[in-house]
């Protein structure tokens, strides 16, 4: 199946500072890519929708000044949280869909992403 | 909104005996659902889909049924084993869109 890859796995920051996460697909070109955001015990919540080349698409609730989303290429998206706080904390997610299938998504493994 | 949830409902199963997880769906004009399976730590992995001009398929082991009058899914696992404990979410796509909400989860705990 197609492989999508997210880096760093976990990090921790200090409170503060901007993290970027990486989510790339390595076996087929993504459209379209998602961010989601888990707490513990919880559902995955979608933050925003990033089409390659344009502007991402966020959800209501979800700062666009906070979390910076880039989808420079159709094998790459990235994450960036600005200004990190301890309530940042939490499992971000991506997904990726394209060419490879039938609209099924293909998630990366996730970063744990700890600010202190 | 999204889903959220302040924690997750529980279905405990001895292993070799039949699992089935239910979901809830929001949207009467969502045309594509799947399952997905989380362990502790790592991101969702795909189990099985089915599209909304079905009401069941069938996979290795894993059954899903579709209800759409009563917007209600269900995963039926066959002769659960302990690797089948995780966490199973079953995601919903509005027509047209690529965007995809989850339901709240359910944790399934395999007894030996």
């Known amino acids: 199946g197609a492989v999508v890859s997210q880096h760093p796995s976990w990090v921790i920051c200090k409170s503060g500072t901007s993290v970027k996460i990486e989510c790339r697909s390595l076996d087929f070109q993504a459209t379209t890519m998602f961010w989601y955001r888990q707490f513990p015990k919880q559902s995955l919540m979608l933050m925003a929708t990033s089409n390659e080349g344009s502007k991402a698409t966020y959800e209501q609730g979800v700062e666009k000044d906070k979390f910076l989303i880039n989808h420079a290429s159709l094998t790459l998206s990235t994450l960036t949280v600005t200004s990190a706080h301890p309530e940042d904390s939490s499992f971000y997610i991506c997904?990726?869909?394209?060419?490879?299938?039938?609209?099924?998504?293909?998630f990366g493994e996730g970063s744990r992403l700890t600010v202190l | 909104g999204e889903s959220v949830g302040l924690h997750l409902p529980t279905l405990s199963v001895q292993e070799g005996d039949n699992s089935i997880i239910n979901c809830a769906y929001s949207n009467s004009a969502s045309d594509y659902f799947i399952w997905y399976k989380q362990e502790s730590g790592k991101g969702p992995q795909f189990i099985i889909d089915?599209?909304?001009?079905?009401d069941k398929r069938q996979g290795q082991r894993v059954t899903v049924l579709l209800n759409k009058t009563v917007k209600h899914l269900s995963l039926q696992i066959a002769a659960t084993q302990p690797g089948d404990s995780a966490v199973y979410f079953c995601?919903?796509?509005?027509?047209?869109?690529?965007?995809?909400?989850f339901g709240t989860g359910t944790r399934l705990k395999v007894l030996a």
């Open positions: 995601a919903e796509r509005s027509s047209g869109t690529y965007k995809y909400i």
């Open positions: 089915i599209r909304s001009n079905m």
């Open positions: 997904s990726a869909t394209g060419l490879a299938g039938p609209g099924e998504l293909f």
